[in-house]
């Protein structure tokens, strides 16, 4: 069977593949750009932790806030918000005790939420915060129930 000229040089051209050069130049050309896409979400990571403490506090702050209200106080800093989901074994125990919560809530970063009464930045109440992604007490890194606990 006879093709007409155009498509017998079509023909001819599309045999022909990539060269080891052009594929490399486009993977390193991908390489680059995932590079790109992943360094530009790495802070957006850290701003969602930071986020997911930030909620975190304001339900163990609810939390806090039922207990007060069904016990008469709130936890002693001892007592800890182990309170809202185990009865306290430390005095004063609560007549009215009920659960709160089911289980311990763990910051982003896998520590345990901090807890003072009386606190120190809330004198009148207290303070509830996530020690940051170091686990220790560095004031830069708190995230806490105090407008000024978390600096960027």
């Known amino acids: 069977m006879k093709y007409p000229l155009f498509f017998r040089s079509l023909a001819k051209t599309s045999r022909r593949g ?7 130049l486009v993977l390193t ?11 530009s979400l790495s802070g957006v990571t850290g701003d969602a932790q930071r986020q997911k403490a930030r909620a975190d506090i304001l339900t163990l ?22 309170a809202l ?15 709160q919560m089911d289980s311990e809530v763990l910051d ?4 345990s939420y901090q807890y003072l009464y009386p606190g120190k930045h809330n004198s009148d109440g207290f303070d509830l915060y996530s020690m940051g992604p170091d686990g220790q007490t560095n004031p830069d890194h708190i995230i806490g129930n105090w ?6």
């Open 85 to 99: 989901w185990s009865k306290p074994t430390v005095e004063p125990i609560p007549r009215h005790w009920s659960k």
């Open 61 to 82: 702050r609810e939390g806090l806030t039922a207990y007060q209200m069904e016990c008469g106080t709130l936890p002693t800093t001892d007592q800890g918000i182990k």
């Open 29 to 39: 050309i991908i390489g680059l750009l995932m590079g790109l896409v992943i360094y």
């Open 147 to 152: 407008s000024d606990s978390d600096k960027p």
């Open 18 to 24: 990539f060269t080891l050069f052009e594929m490399l």
């Open 108 to 111: 982003p970063w896998g520590h």
